[in-house]
């Protein structure tokens, strides 16, 4: 009678083993706590990339209105009127320019203003 290889089973168990290196206690030894253990951390993983998207975007919001503030001009305000001068940077980049090139976002600010009133 031929011989049966049974590796499979191992190879799969090991996959999991693996994936829980690190875990505290029973976590990272026992196969079955380490089977949960391992699904839930990828449920938040897949859960954490979708919440850090949008705590991105708060932050930028949060900078480009503490920048507008500054330079005496509201953020809704602000990005009402870039929009219709039709300037198409997003959050990210404005918030960016605020930080590392304050004469750019100035001048952006001002031209702003200066539609804001001319609209008005």
Not at 7 to 26: N, P, Q, V
Not at 41 to 53: L, P, Q, V
Not at 58 to 65: G, S
Not at 74 to 92: D, H, M, P, W
Request: glycine share 4%; aromatic share 6%; charged share 35%.
């Amino acid at each position: 009678m031929p011989r049966v290889v049974r590796g499979a089973k191992h190879t799969r168990r090991r996959k999991i083993l693996d994936r829980a290196e690190g875990y505290w206690g029973a976590r990272h030894r026992c196969y079955q706590v380490a089977r949960e253990a391992v699904r839930r951390a990828e449920e938040y993983m897949t859960r954490d990339r979708h919440d850090r998207k949008r705590d991105m975007r708060r932050l930028w919001i949060t900078r480009v209105n503490a920048a507008c503030r500054e330079r005496g001009m509201t953020y809704s305000r602000f990005i009402a009127v870039v929009r219709k001068a039709g300037v198409e940077l997003n959050r990210k980049i404005l918030s960016e320019l605020a930080i590392h090139d304050p004469a750019a976002f100035d001048e952006l600010v001002r031209s702003a203003s200066e539609a804001a009133a001319a609209g008005a």
